[in-house]
Nanobody, 119 residues
Framework: QVQLVESGGGLVQAGGSLRLSCAASGRTFNITGMGWFRQAPGKDREFVGG????????SYADSVKGRFTISRDYAKNTVYLQMNSLKPEDTAVYYC????????????WGQGTQVIVSS
């Protein structure tokens, strides 16, 4: 099993920045992808961005492209989500997730961290 713990959420004004962290522990040796998702009140969970854990390439949802950046510290088993130029519509609970053994399915999830962007 892989355990994921997010941190770094909070309240920020529109136009501001936050950096979320996600620390992985447990059976991390077979992680092949890490992703960030978010869920706003009354809405479905949506994909924000994802990264190949070993190669480092990342992809993003159109709604955050150019504003959010995913990075990783391979030695610390930690992935980051740098969020710039935040908008009120970015308000959501943000979740970190992991894929293992080249599966297309994210099957390990963190508990989530709240991000609130005030206008």
């Amino acid at each position: 099993q892989v355990q994921l713990v997010e941190s770094g959420g909070g309240l920020v004004q529109a136009g501001g920045s936050l950096r979320l962290s996600c620390a992985a522990s447990g059976r991390t040796f077979n992680i092949t992808g890490m992703g960030w998702f978010r869920q706003a009140p009354g809405k479905d969970r949506e994909f924000v961005g994802g990264m190949s854990w070993r190669l480092g390439g990342a992809s993003y949802a159109d709604s955050v492209k150019g504003r959010f950046t995913i990075s990783r510290d391979y030695a610390k088993n930690t992935v980051y989500l740098q969020m710039n130029s935040l908008k009120p519509e970015d308000t959501a609970v943000y979740y970190c997730a992991a894929r293992r053994d080249y599966s297309a399915v994210y099957n390990s999830w963190g508990q989530g961290t709240q991000v609130i962007v005030s206008s």
